[in-house]
């Protein structure tokens, strides 16, 4: 599995310290966009803001997020890439950017942008809101076999990972639940809460304020484990679903970046992530640390598009 590949590298590349960075030369652009194409309080408008409270004091320089939104994604990626390459814009990559270009025709594909790393294993969990009868995922599944067609289910975009595992296990189960897609997960939150929806799927981080606020429960995840964070939750597997799904955060930009910027940003980030203040909040979040540069996130991504490839022609989404 691809996961478990990622694990193995990324013990095998310690994370440097911040002294380390400061001997680097200054970083050429000031401020720095990050463009995602998730809504504000959605996972990547999230994982970016929070990354960038930790960024600017280790790399020096002010950092923008832009929310630019269509197209699933497609908007955002064609943004980044007829950006200069001088390292002054980034995207927030995840596997929405690998099947929007699958799925249909973009501008730019994901092949038109240079991964520069990948940072996070970003789990992926089933919830409800607190008044729900479902108390965990298989209560929720027996209820839709037992009224096919009666629930209707949230996910992101029409080619995020989140909306591809919903139509999953919609075939797993044979629930024939509408499912109903959104710009990010703070819209489809709002769904959830008011009953709209019977059930929605999104990252730790995304749900953890209506979470601690008691709003919502977890009903499970759907990774090869139980999270640390969460040792009681169980996974769709254990739960008799055989779903998995593997979901990562990283940056890619503009082809044409030189390889000391791209220097720059794995000693940043390597020293971000070795930071303890910095690992208390995505520990918090069940955010996985993988820390791959950009070689290895360049080999990383087109495997990632490969596997998500031959997941959809499984599905009959695309031949």
Partial sequence: MLSRRVALSAALLPLLPAPALRAQARYPVNPVTLVTHSSPGGGSDVFLRELVKHLQPVMGIGFAVENVRGGSGAAAVARVARSAPNGGTFYATTPTYIQ???????????????????????????????QSPFQNLKDAMEAARAN?????????????????????????????AAIVSHEGG?????GVLNGTFDIGIGEIQEVRSQLDA??????G?????RLPEFPELQTAREQGIDLVVTKFRG???PKGIPDDIAAQWESALRAVLAAPAYREVYTKEALVPVMLGRDQARSFTSQAAQEIASALREMGVVR
């Fill in 100 to 130: 929007t270009s699958l799925l249909s025709r973009p501008e730019v594909a994901w092949d038109g942008l240079d991964p520069m790393a990948i940072v996070f294993l970003d789990p992926e969990v089933i919830y409800t809101r607190s």
């Fill in 251 to 253: 940056l890619a930009g």
């Fill in 221 to 225: 995840t759907v990774t090869e484990n």
């Fill in 214 to 219: 008691g709003r919502i429960r977890l009903l």
């Fill in 186 to 190: 703070a819209d489809l939150m709002i």
């Fill in 148 to 176: 096919p067609g009666r629930q209707r289910w949230g996910a992101a975009n029409p080619a995020s990972l989140e909306r591809i595992a919903m139509e999953r296990l919609n075939r797993l189960t044979g629930a024939r």
